[in-house]
C-alpha cells in the first residue's frame, strides 16, 4: 500500500484545527486589542467591548443570555466549577449527586474528590447502545439530592443522551441539573430551555478555536460559589484576567459554524455512515459500538475483536492517518474505556475499539484511503497478534 504524503486527521473528538479566520482574530486580538478588560482607558474599553460582544455571541448559539455565560479555561474547568460550586452552595440541603458510568473524566474525578469527602454518588448504568435511562434518574432522586451531572453526547462512542427528558425530571424534583455538551456543542442544536439544563460546559478546542478557552452555562437565579478567586472578574465568579484571543476566537468558530449549520452536520454524518457501512462490509469480526442514530454526527467507534486499539493506532499511523483508541488521555495506556464496559463490551473486545472522529473538512477520498488499507492492517495485526495466537477452524481464541 502506497504511503500518502501527507496527512490525514480522524481525530476530532480529540481537538480540532483551529481555522484560519479563527487564528486570524485570536491574533488581531493578541497584538491590537491586547487591553486589560478590567481597565478604564481605550486599550481596555476594546478589549471589554469584545468580551462583551463574544459572550453575547455564545449566549445566542445556545439560546441562553449573556449574563449566564461564564468564560473559563476550557470543558475541564468547567465541569469542575460546576460541580464544586453547586456541592458548595447546596451542601445544607444535601450530600447526594447523581451521574452516570460513562462520564468524562473531567467529571468522574471531581466527583471522586467529593466522595472522599463524604458526598454519596450514583452512577448510573447505561443500555448497551450506551444511553442512561431517564427513568433511572427519576429512581434514584432522593431529598438529599442537589444536583445531577449527565453528559449531552459521549466522546468515545457519540451516544447522545436524553438530556431533555432528564432536564424535566430534575425540573419536577427541584434538583439542579448539569450537563457537559463539550462534545455536542456545535454538532448537534444546544438549545438550553429545550433541554431543562441548569448548567452546561462547552469548550473551544472542539470547535476549531483554540485550546484553553471554554465557557460554563449558568441559568439565573442558579446558587453557584465561585472556586477561582483573585480580582473578581466574571462578575466575581471566577477571577484572572480575561483570555480574549481566546474569547474572541470562540465567538468566531461559532459564528462560522452556525451558518450552514444542518448541511455541514449532514455532510459529516453522511460520511461516517459511509465509513461505518464500508468497514463492517469489509473487515470480518468487527462490531459498530454505540447507538445506530442518537449519537455525535462524526463519531465511529468500532470493536476489531482479537487486536488491540492502540495498535491498530499505531499502524494507521505510519501510514499517516490519525484516530484514537479511546479518549485521548488513555490512548497510550491501552486501557478499555469505561464507557465501553458500561455498555456490557468485554474488556478483551473494548481494548481492540477504536474511534475514528471526523470533521466538516474532511472528504470521501480521506475517508477511501481509510477504508483501503484498515482491512490489510487488521488482518496482518490479527496474524501476529499475542492474543491471537491460536487458530483453531480460523477462529480466534482470547487467553
Ligand atoms: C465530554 C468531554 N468533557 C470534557 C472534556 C475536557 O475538555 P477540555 O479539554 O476543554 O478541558 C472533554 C475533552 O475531551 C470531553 O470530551
Redesign the pocket.
Known sequence: MQKLSRHIYFDH??TTPVMPEVAKVAYDAMTLYFGNASEPHIFGAEAKHILENSRAAIAKSINSYPDEILFTS????S?NIAIFGIAEAYYKKGNHIITSEIE?P?VHMPLRVLEQEGYQITYLPVDSSGIVDPQDVKDAITNKTILVTI?HGN?IMGAIQPVEEIGRITKENNVIFHC?A??SYMNAVIDVDNLNVDLM?I?G??VYAPKGV?ALFIRRGTKIMPQIFGGGQERGRRSGTENIPGILGLAKSVEILSSGFRERIEKIAGLRDYLRDSIIQKISDTTYNGHPDKRLPGNCNFTFKYLDGSDIVSKLDEYGIAISAG??CKSAASEASKALLAMGICSEYAKGSIRISLGFENSKEEADYLIEILPEIVSGLRNHYPLCKEKDNNKYFIF
Open positions: 473528538s480529540a476550557g470543558g475541564t474547568e465541569n468524562h473531567a453528559m466522546n457537559d463539550v462534545q460546559s469548550s478546542h472542539k471554554g479518549s485521548a
